[in-house]
């Protein structure tokens, strides 16, 4: 599973907006991204990379699976997960009282 981000929503908003405002200074966007991610205090251009990927992804403007849908398959795969352990929890109670039915009992 994917840890949170240590850097702030604000912060990866900002260096998104950035590197579409300074594109235009620089030969490529690689570029743009390396210049923004150091003024700004990214670890790794790739990171930055990353979230411009997404943002566009979301914006529509690049195929690809949404923030918005990656957060409902996850919810949706969690819920899953739970329905299946509640679904073994219920096949063992019931197990457990087919066999004390089938268990002859003695009356004392």
């Not at 923030?67 to 819920?79: F, M, P, Q, R």
Request: proline share 6%.
């Amino acid at each position: 599973m994917a840890r949170p981000s240590p850097y702030p929503l604000e912060l990866r908003r900002r260096a998104v907006r950035m590197v579409a405002e300074v594109r235009p200074d620089y030969d490529t966007e690689w570029a743009a991204m390396n210049a923004v991610a150091s003024k700004l205090g990214i670890g790794t251009t790739e990171t930055l990379r990353k979230w411009v990927r997404q943002d566009q992804i979301d914006a529509g403007t690049r195929p690809g699976t949404t923030s918005e849908e990656s957060a409902e398959l996850k919810g949706v795969k969690k819920e899953n997960a739970e329905l299946r352990r509640a679904n073994e929890i219920l096949k063992a109670a019931a197990s457990f009282f087919a066999a004390e039915l089938d268990r002859p009992h003695t009356r004392s």
